[in-house]
């Protein structure tokens, strides 16, 4: 990890040294892609199922980033040479918690691959899905907590 930073520090571009295969990163990010399409499609079953038009107002924002994401992340399989997932799992029955402890896992699994070796571009893709499962994962513990009845 030192050795990162320091390689990452000085030469303020790029990437020196060692990285993941391009073969390896595309199935490593097909595996974030699979679960990520899962997880968008608990968030449509969730938006279907809610009646609070603020709660559905903030599912159609969280869907537009994440088919966003999921292009990022199609995108980078291809240029890596492979072949990207088409779907996930669709066939969710959950609770919102249920959704919450789905965007964390994957949040986990998005940090996971950010500890790798990932050539730069993958690296940023890797950052932005980050940035937005944090914030997807602060706008479902909201809903959740207001289903409860808590501040």
């Not at 399989?77 to 964390?104: H, N, Q, W």
């Not at 994957?106 to 691959?113: E, L, N, S």
């Not at 690296?123 to 499962?133: F, I, M, P």
Request: with cysteine; glycine share 8%; net charge positive.
């Amino acid at each position: 990890m030192l050795a990162r930073f320091v390689k990452k520090a000085i030469l303020q571009k790029g990437w020196a040294g060692h990285t993941i295969s391009r073969k390896e990163t595309a199935t490593r990010l097909d595996s974030l892609l699979t679960q990520h399409l899962t997880l968008q499609a608990a968030y449509r079953q969730a938006a279907s199922t809610n009646n609070d038009s603020a709660l559905k107002e903030g599912f159609e924002r969280v869907a537009k980033r994440g088919r966003l994401d999921a292009g990022k992340l199609a995108e980078t399989i291809l240029s890596c040479g492979g072949c990207p997932a088409r779907k996930g799992d669709e066939d969710f029955c959950g609770t919102l918690a249920d959704v919450a402890d789905m965007e964390y896992a994957f949040g986990t699994a998005v940090q996971d691959q950010r500890r790798e070796e990932h050539h730069m571009r993958t690296q940023a893709v890797l950052a932005w899905l980050a940035d937005n499962s944090e914030d997807r994962l602060e706008f479902i513990r909201g809903a959740v907590r207001s289903r409860r009845g808590k501040p």
